[in-house]
């Protein structure tokens, strides 16, 4: 049994009342964060260092006091501190090299708030502080952990939704396999596993894309700020959601069933993938998300007690020979699907081929066991004997193009 953290996010319907509340939470913690962030700006200008949390919580306690800000008084305090907290977390990010300079936050942005404690879910309403009667809330999935903390966020077409953050014990009804895969992203398809296996692009997301182009055409065309404008900006900010929704829904799908089937799955890191500069490729790799795969991929293996190695090294996966370690230099052109080993004659489909190079470099350079791929004695043999030599370096020497 492991613990495990679970976000669940739900539809709100907040009544006019509770919506203007609402509207002031998301006001008062976006004032707080740049209020303060401000402050440390000036601060750091002015002296060369800034106030920390603790020293900004106090401040706060004494600008609810003020008159001019004594409004901050109506909304939950707790989800004020939180917003100091989120401010002195982006400082750190930054201070760490993580994250760029923390922004100020805009209204035009998304609007969220947090709220830290105290928060249940009853008889479908979401009840917070400041929130007696409780907002009516769609629970379409059963809760099983402990609650924690909340996010409550407006998105720019106008829909309100609640990210509950859970803790909870997890037993998990996957098996052990003892088989590995290395899976990669393919040029025609999304996702394309050392043993030949497909995952599509969804049919979905390159539909609503296609609408979602033509939308924004449109919007281009209208007057900013009148109401036609408005309009068409809510079609275009409903499209984004539809896209982004059913690609998460398809990368949940994907990254489970490789779980459920693989013990080991050896995948390149994200940094690596920008590595390969190709106009055409760059635009698929955000359209496949594999950030966002990766994610999923990562926490439901944890979940699950399977493992994901990320390969952290560029390496020429689809361009070097899974068979005799050839390093095809002369394909530079990454829209060539196929080609063949000149030393071994070996066909390649250029994206198994580099997925088989992963799974492969991915085990050389861990202690997971043994490969399993099924795809063919010759092959086998070879993923056999390479444990032990084939590092990108003796590929190196192999290469003679
Ligand atoms: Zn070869």
Redesign the pocket.
């Known amino acids: 049994m492991r613990k495990i953290h679970r976000t669940y996010k739900f539809r709100l319907y907040p009544n006019r009342e509770q919506a203007e509340l609402l509207a002031r939470h998301f006001g008062c913690a976006r004032f707080v964060y740049n209020h303060f962030l401000n402050q440390r700006k000036e601060q750091y200008r002015l002296t060369g260092k800034s106030d920390n949390f603790y020293a900004q919580e106090r401040s706060l306690t004494e600008l609810k006091k003020q008159e001019a800000t004594t409004w901050l008084k109506e909304v939950n305090s707790q989800s004020l501190q939180f917003a100091l907290r989120s401010l002195e977390t982006a400082y750190t990010n930054f201070f760490k090299k993580r994250a760029m300079f923390p922004n100020f936050k805009s209204k035009h942005s998304k609007n969220s708030f947090t709220v830290p404690q105290h928060v249940s879910i009853v008889g479908g309403r979401l009840f917070l502080p400041k929130f007696k009667e409780g907002i009516k809330c769609h629970v379409h999935r059963e809760i099983t952990g402990k609650v924690g903390k909340a996010t409550i966020s407006k998105t720019p077409s106008g829909k309100y939704f609640v990210s509950v953050f859970t803790e909870e014990e997890y037993v998990t009804s996957v098996k052990k396999s003892g088989k590995s895969v290395g899976v990669d992203m393919g040029l025609k398809d999304l996702l394309i596993t050392s043993e030949g296996e497909i995952f599509k692009n969804n049919r979905y997301v390159k539909r609503y894309e296609s609408k979602l182009a033509k939308a924004q055409r449109h919007l281009s065309r209208k007057k900013k700020g009148s109401r036609g404008f408005e309009n068409q900006r809510l079609k275009v900010s409903r499209l984004h959601e539809k896209i982004a929704n059913s690609r998460a829904d398809y990368l949940h799908k994907c990254s489970i069933s490789l779980v459920r089937r693989y013990d080991t799955i050896c995948i390149e890191d994200l940094n690596v993938k920008g590595m390969e500069k190709n106009h055409r490729l760059a635009k698929s790799i955000t359209d496949a998300s594999w950030g966002i795969f990766v994610s999923m991929l990562t926490y439901k293996a944890e979940w699950n007690g399977k493992k994901v190695v990320k390969i952290d090294r560029y390496f020429p996966s689809s361009q070097t ?1 899974n ?4 390093v095809n230099k002369h394909t530079k052109d990454l829209s060539v699907r196929e080609w063949e ?1 000149p ?2 004659h ?1 066909h390649h489909d250029r994206d198994v081929n580099a997925a088989i190079n992963i799974l492969r470099f991915g085990l050389n350079h861990t202690s997971a066991g043994a490969v399993d791929y099924t795809g063919g004695e010759e092959v086998r043999a070879d993923l056999s004997e390479s444990r032990s030599s084939a590092k990108p370096e003796a590929y190196k020497s192999l290469a003679c193009g």
């Not at 068979?323 to 050839?326: I, T």
């Open positions: 020979c068979v005799c370690g050839y080993c030393v071994c070996t």
